[in-house]
């Protein structure tokens, strides 16, 4: 077996949309970068890649290519999934903590969830997304970015999916 664990953070500007796990998420913020910024999955993604020492998605879906402006953050997790594949491995599950001061993401964790399960190809039972809040304190509480950090199991693809809970 292999764990990975992946961590990202985005600055929240004005005039971007906001989007965690493929939802889009009604705020008079969203986060900024070269992708569709979307934090949960780019920590998913850099899950993935270091359970498998294979470096960070900044490696694979480099920020200078313009190719990847804009990009759907989903269809490079769809990638990642196929990259992890090849390699003889499934996702066993993933747990993701999103850090964000506002808005509250509560009502959308569900639609994230099945967003990234779908992408995975795994039961949403085996992906957990939780948020919190960090009371106020440093850059997520001061509301200037969101963070997210995901930890990953992968398993070899001979092991039974059966056995999995
Ligand atoms: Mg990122």
Redesign the pocket.
């Known amino acids: 077996m292999r764990i990975g664990h992946g961590y990202?953070?985005?600055r929240l500007v004005p005039g971007r949309a906001l989007i965690l796990g493929g939802v889009s998420i009604p705020h008079e913020k969203g986060l900024l970068?070269h992708?569709d910024?979307?934090?949960l999955t780019?920590?998913v993604m850099d899950a993935l890649l270091g359970a498998l020492a294979l470096g960070d998605?900044g490696a694979h879906f480099p920020d200078s290519d313009p190719a990847y402006a804009g990009a759907d953050s989903l269809c490079l997790l769809g990638r990642v999934v196929e990259l992890v594949s090849g390699r003889g491995y499934r996702i066993g599950n993933l747990d993701a903590t999103l850090l964000a001061q506002r808005p509250r993401l509560a009502p959308h964790i569900g639609q994230m969830r099945e967003n990234l399960a779908r992408v995975c190809g795994l039961p949403a039972g085996a992906v957990s997304v939780k948020a919190t809040t960090e009371e106020g304190m440093g850059f997520t509480g001061r509301e200037e970015g969101i963070a997210c950090h995901c930890v990953c199991l992968l398993l070899p693809k001979c092991l039974e999916a059966d056995t999995m809970v």
Do not use: F
Request: glycine share 10%.
């Open positions: 990202d953070a985005h970068g992708s910024a979307d934090v780019h920590a998605i």
